[in-house]
């Protein structure tokens, strides 16, 4: 699995900037546990933003971290974050709460990287795919040589990620990354499940079939 690319997560100061917590962390708004989203989304819909920072906060590294591996391009993904929760704060009105807070934030996202996807079809360069990927943790011991093999074992697997239609990259990606279940991806794609697993086999046949192609002509 590749790391996580926590650096240079976006800040969204007009919902209340930017807070790193660890995974444990529970932040309250109002005295209410941020393990539901409910009463944050009806103080946003009454007029709290600070409410909906919290939202923010809980979600931003998450989001931009599986953005970054499907678009390969910190950058985007950086901007695509901002856009999420620009349109989320926006049509909040219309979240008609039948999936969760998450889902609903994903699902937009989603939408708006496969727009950028399609308008921009390119390999994803060596810096990027280090950026997207994020730094791996030197063993003890590891020489230059080691580390430059383990740097571009990360760029071959990014490029052969970048290179898989966008229905097969965005259940790999969530999936692979995200660890999410078949049922989670099916509610954030607003696929079948069924539809999930088929994709999800035929994206790991299409990335096992790329990279053996890029080994095969290794020198």
Request: no cysteine.
């Given at each position: 699995m590749i790391g996580a690319a926590t650096a240079g997560a976006p800040s969204l100061r007009g919902f209340g900037g930017r807070t790193e917590l660890s995974p444990t962390t529970r932040v309250s708004y109002s005295g209410l546990a941020l393990s539901d989203d409910g009463p944050l989304i009806e103080a946003t819909l009454a007029g709290e933003s600070a409410a909906f920072g919290q939202l923010?906060?809980?979600?931003?590294?998450?989001?931009?971290?599986t953005l970054a591996h499907l678009t390969g391009r910190p950058e985007d993904?950086?901007?695509?974050?901002?856009?999420?929760?620009?349109q989320a704060f926006v049509k909040l009105e219309t979240f008609k709460r039948q999936s969760g807070f998450y889902t609903w934030l994903y699902r937009i996202a989603f939408n708006l990287a496969a727009t950028t996807l399609r308008r921009r079809r390119r390999t994803v360069s060596v810096e990027a795919a280090r950026e997207s990927s994020g730094q791996e943790p030197i063993e003890p011991g590891e020489g230059p040589h080691q580390r430059l093999e383990q740097d571009e074992r990360c760029r071959q697997v990014q490029e052969a990620i970048a290179q898989l239609g966008d229905e097969y990259r965005s259940?790999?990606?969530l999936r692979e990354m995200e660890g999410c279940s078949y049922e989670r991806i099916a509610e954030i794609l607003d696929l079948p499940v069924?539809?999930?697993?088929?994709?999800?086999?035929?994206?790991?046949a299409q990335l096992r079939d790329q990279l053996e192609e890029v080994l095969s002509v290794e020198p």
């Open positions: 923010v906060r809980k979600y931003q590294d998450r989001l931009y971290n993904a950086r901007d695509l974050v901002q856009d999420a929760f620009v259940v790999l990606v069924g539809t999930v697993r088929s994709r999800l086999h035929r994206a790991r």
